[in-house]
């Protein structure tokens, strides 16, 4: 009788465990499937570093990934306005509220890889 008690109460354990999913991240399908959910998380991630420099730099590694996914929307030299473009669009954010500015409307070289 005790073993069958045992057995009952690892079972209602395990089921518990297996149907409980606050344990799991909600996902939902990548915006783009060339660049994976990677994409997605990096741009969530964006408002949580520092101002300046280093979220420059790190917006800059988000569209070097949107340019190795989309190679074709890259020029010779490099720079790829379609990419910046496409961050813009896709962004949940408002970039530009949080210092982030698309080189092609300001001038700057594009210097993203």
């Known amino acids: ?5 045992i057995e ?12 409980d999913t606050t344990m799991f991240i ?13 994409l997605d998380l990096m741009i ?3 408002p949580r570093l520092a101002e300046g420099e280093e ?3 790190y917006v800059k590694r988000v569209v070097g990934l949107i340019k190795q996914s989309h190679p074709n929307w890259v020029n010779e030299d490099g720079s790829s306005e ?3 473009d496409y961050l813009f669009e896709i962004a949940d954010l408002d970039l530009l509220s949080l210092g ?5 409307t300001t001038g700057h ?3 993203a890889v």
């Open 26 to 38: 909600e996902q939902k399908k990548p915006k783009d499937y060339d660049c994976g959910y990677n």
């Open 100 to 104: 982030i500015t698309n080189p092609f």
């Open 8 to 19: 009952i109460l690892l079972i209602l354990q395990y089921t518990h465990f297996t149907h």
């Open 82 to 84: 379609m990419a910046w």
């Open 44 to 46: 969530t991630a964006i």
């Open 109 to 111: 070289t594009d210097d």
């Open 1 to 5: 009788m005790l073993c069958v008690i």
């Open 55 to 57: 979220r420059n730099a």
